[in-house]
């Protein structure tokens, strides 16, 4: 099993920024990759990036945050960070990290095994 937990979030104006941390605890020797999903009030989970752990340059991302959001790891820690730069009030919803055991479509919520509670993210105009 591994456990996964959210950290930061918070409100912020439009042109902001803030950072989210994640940590997961447990089998983490399993984990093969480790992503952040968002979800806003009546629309579906959406991915928005995700890094491939034990791999420095395998990162992805939603083509919305390109260029905004930057995905960092600390394998050592079992970590991942999300800066979110120049947010915009779309940008607003709850952001939840995911640690997944199996290979495949890191843009896909399917194989993630683990989820955090999720942490909010409000970003005003």
């Known amino acids: 099993q591994v456990q996964v937990v959210e950290s930061g979030g918070g409100l912020v104006q439009a042109g902001g920024s803030l950072r989210l941390s994640c940590s997961a605890s447990g089998r983490t020797f399993s984990v093969y990759a480790m992503g952040w999903f968002r979800q806003a009030p009546g629309k579906e989970r959406e991915f928005v990036a995700a890094?491939?752990?034990?791999?420095?340059?395998?990162?992805y991302y939603a083509d919305s945050v390109k260029g905004r959001f930057t995905i960092s790891r600390d394998n050592a820690k079992s970590t991942v960070d999300l800066q979110m730069n120049s947010l915009k009030p779309e940008d607003t919803a709850v952001y939840y990290c995911?640690?997944?055991?199996?290979?495949?479509?890191?843009?896909?919520?399917?194989?993630?095994?683990?989820w955090g509670q999720g942490t909010q993210v409000t970003v005003s105009s």
């Open positions: 890094a491939i752990m034990w791999s420095g340059r395998s990162t």
């Open positions: 995911a640690a997944a055991s199996r290979s495949g479509s890191v843009y896909a919520p399917a194989i993630y095994d683990y």
